[in-house]
Structures are given as structure tokens and as C-alpha cells.
């Protein structure tokens, strides 16, 4: 079965770095676009990176330009988020997403707090 399981998340002090990580298992992992969401709360799920299928290209919110980086490993079926100098405006739940057509797949997210 599908499933697409979130790791690294925690407690970090601003100006922190966490590295998040994404395992996929149960499908094609090389066909699909993947990308991080976040959801903060009392917010709606917010797109912050996106990579394509072979990582030729990334896609970036303005909000996390120049800070996170995301990438992804095909031979692993991973998918990764740097996240350096962290702000308390980072503090969300993140959830992983592989896309391809009409296929949307969603992990169950890990928690990222910054604060001091």
C-alpha cells in the first residue's frame, strides 16, 4: 500500500537548520513530482517546495526562498527539506505530497516548532 511517512521534525530555536525526510513506498516513486506542504495553526495548508520527478527542477514560496531546499533521492524513494534559518513563523505541521496527473498522495506530517 501507499504510504509516505515524515521525519526530522522538532523543536529548534530561531536561526536554527532541520532536515525533513520523506520515505515513499508503494508506488512508482521516480513518476511523481513531490512536494512539501506546511499547515500552521489556524492556517490553510500552504505550499513551500516542490521538485520534479527526475529533480531537474524546484519551486520555492517566496516566504522560504533563499532558506529551505529541497531534493530528492530516486534511488532511496526519499524526498528532502533543508530548512535553514528557521523563524518562529516557520512553526507548522509539514506533510509531504507525490503528484502525478490526477494521483495525489499525503503523508501524515511532522510537527516543526521554532521557538526560543
Known amino acids: 500500500q501507499v504510504q509516505l511517512v515524515e521525519s526530522g521534525g522538532g523543536l529548534v530555536q530561531p536561526g536554527g537548520s532541520l532536515r525533513l525526510s520523506c520515505a515513499a513506498s508503494?508506488?512508482?516513486?521516480?513518476?511523481?513530482?513531490m512536494s512539501w506542504y506546511r499547515q500552521a495553526p489556524g492556517k490553510e495548508r500552504e505550499l513551500v517546495a516542490a521538485?520534479?520527478?527526475?529533480?531537474?527542477?524546484?519551486n520555492y514560496a517566496d516566504s522560504v526562498k533563499g532558506r529551505f531546499t529541497i531534493s530528492r533521492d530516486n534511488a532511496k524513494n526519499t524526498v528532502y527539506l533543508q530548512m535553514n534559518s528557521l523563524k518562529p513563523e516557520d512553526t507548522a505541521v509539514y506533510y509531504c505530497?507525490?503528484?502525478?496527473?490526477?494521483?495525489?498522495?499525503w503523508g501524515k506530517g511532522t510537527l516543526v516548532t521554532v521557538s526560543s
Open positions: 505530497n507525490a503528484g502525478f496527473r490526477y494521483v495525489d498522495y
Open positions: 508503494g508506488f512508482t516513486f521516480s513518476r511523481y513530482a
Open positions: 521538485v520534479t520527478n527526475t529533480g531537474g527542477s524546484t
